[in-house]
């Protein structure tokens, strides 16, 4: 009953979120965040006040991804206000008018290397607006974006999900730095080999196989010029193989095409505008801005990194009952102990990639662009008004999923994941990924999902005496693809593209990428 009862919400939000007249997210998340209180107050038995404590965590949590959302739709907005984003859409049809080309450079190779710099949903943010600048039709964008952000994002925010997201089995002992190496070189094996099929399957949603064949060669170059050296840096570092491979990927990618190597001759030729170098200059300087700002503030060996992060107490008042409210040099705002219960939550000002470097960049660039005060105005009203659907969203499945992690080895996601890891025994190792899956589904990031899970894969593993550093990877793994069915993401690249009540139609395409993923996990697995 435990383990039916943990699987049921899940189950009818995907039910209410794909039928016929599915429900909103907006509407569908609040609804099964509510039966998971019910749930957890009625029958798990939980405390009335522990249960209110992570609902008011879970508000404080919305900040991160929602303020992220708004620094894209603010970016973006500004990019088409200012004309920048006109001027890079007649470069890209420069570089090539095939829309294979400009699907793989932008939707592939650019969100690779954005995903290495910053994770946090950031690629399906800045590439997906891009592509739909250049023609492609907004939703099916979403889900090529969604699909094929996945093979960089276990080394994404320069490696986040491996190195943090192991971090309690490492702290506690349970595993050791070669382990997380090894499941490092593991979990880049089975995504080099998935990203053989992963981005055609993810072409597949916007052209159509006959030009997928006729670009063959190219697709196959853009491909492997991220994923080759990707896998060849994670065998001895686990936090640059996406930012360095997504980089050398994109340099090859727009240099092939740019030539013409592999594009089909058929595709539409168009007369090449010219561009003054000032413009495109002046045009690529938001853009560039972003990627070196994330750069130099995510790389750990540069001091801004730790400043961003720094957790030293500057000053701290009580909130009576509500807990107490703390403030660090690093800006980090955080209520701790909140009802007396020992729940916390934070969130970090300067790290969140949100006012850097997305505020920051779009307010450096009123001034690049001498946007007038009105234009400036609109363009921030605009992109708050959008927020409006996606907080309600992202604050029923913040709640829900908040709700769902109370209890530790007893929590309803605990009990989903040993539930599936007792059900199938020896066989675990065919479907480790797919709990790595749910837990991004869960949580909207394969580190949390890490986190969370990461102790299940290791007894599961120990227990039925598989390799830990593979059924780990396969858990990295996992959490990866899961981005493609994620919640969270599927929000953010609605909100971005202002797709209304579509999330369930996304989710219904997606999923099937993710299982074609998992089952190249599984068949690496057990080869290995």
């Not at 080099?192 to 697709?219: D, T, Y």
Request: glycine share 8%.
């Amino acid at each position: 009953m435990d383990l039916f009862l943990s699987i049921f919400p899940i189950v009818l939000l995907i039910y209410l979120m794909v039928k016929r007249n599915a429900f909103p997210s907006y509407v569908a998340l609040p609804l099964i965040a509510g039966l998971v209180y019910l749930l957890q107050m009625f029958y798990f038995k939980n405390e009335f006040v522990l249960l209110n404590a992570n609902i008011v965590s879970a508000i404080i949590s919305v900040f991160t991804p929602i303020s992220v959302i708004f620094g894209a739709v603010f970016f973006n907005r500004m990019m088409e206000a200012s004309g920048a984003m006109n001027t890079l859409r007649q470069w890209l049809g420069n570089i090539s008018p095939n829309p294979v080309a400009q699907l793989m450079i932008i939707g592939w190779a650019f969100a690779f290397m954005l995903e290495g710099a910053s994770g946090f949903g950031t690629p399906v943010a800045i590439a997906a607006p891009i592509l739909v600048g250049l023609g492609f039709k907004p939703m099916p964008v979403v889900m090529l974006a969604l699909v094929m952000n996945s093979v960089p994002v276990s080394f994404g925010a320069v490696g986040t999900p491996t190195w943090y997201g192991f971090k309690t089995l490492l702290d506690s002992g349970t595993i050791n730095g070669d382990d997380v190496s090894k499941i490092g070189q593991i979990t880049a094996l089975v995504h080099l080999i998935a990203g053989f099929v992963i981005p055609v399957l993810a072409l597949r949603f916007i052209v159509s196989w006959k030009e997928i064949k006729q670009n063959a060669l190219f697709i196959l170059i853009s491909i492997l010029s991220c994923t080759v050296p990707y896998f060849l840096i994670a065998q001895f570092n686990y936090e640059f193989p996406s930012l360095v491979g997504g980089a050398i990927g994109l340099f090859i990618s727009v240099l092939v095409a740019g030539k013409g190597i592999g594009l089909s001759k058929t595709a539409e030729v168009q007369e090449k505008q010219s561009i003054p170098g000032s413009t495109l200059i002046k045009a690529f300087t938001p853009t560039l801005l972003l990627i070196v700002i994330l750069i130099i503030t995510r790389v750990k060996q540069l001091p801004l990194k730790a400043m961003l992060n720094d957790a030293t107490e500057w000053f701290q008042f009580s909130l009576g009952e509500m807990g107490v409210f703390k403030v660090s040099r690093g800006l980090i705002f955080s209520v701790e102990d909140i009802f007396r219960t020992g729940v916390s939550d934070s969130y970090k000002l300067l790290y969140t990639p949100s006012l850097i470097p997305f505020i920051v960049t779009v307010v450096l660039s009123f001034f690049i662009f001498r946007l007038s005060w009105d234009k400036c105005k609109d363009i921030y009203l605009k992109s708050a008004f959008q927020m409006q659907k996606p907080f309600l969203a992202l604050v029923g499945a913040m709640i829900m999923v908040k709700l769902m992690m109370i209890g530790g080895e007893d929590s309803m996601t605990q009990v989903i994941g040993k539930g599936l890891a007792n059900a199938t025994q020896q066989h675990w190792v065919s479907f480790a990924s797919y709990l790595g899956a749910l837990g991004a589904f869960f949580s909207g990031s394969n580190t949390i999902s890490n986190v969370t899970f990461g102790a299940v894969q290791y007894s599961v593993a120990t227990a039925t005496g598989l390799s830990v550093p593979l059924i780990l990877a396969l858990q990295s793994v996992g959490g990866a693809m899961g981005n493609m069915v994620c919640i969270n993401n599927i929000i953010a690249g609605c909100s971005v593209l202002g797709i209304d009540n579509a999330e369930g139609s996304i989710l219904k395409k997606t999923v099937i990428p993710m299982l074609v993923y998992g089952i190249i996990a599984a068949i690496v697995a057990l080869f290995l």
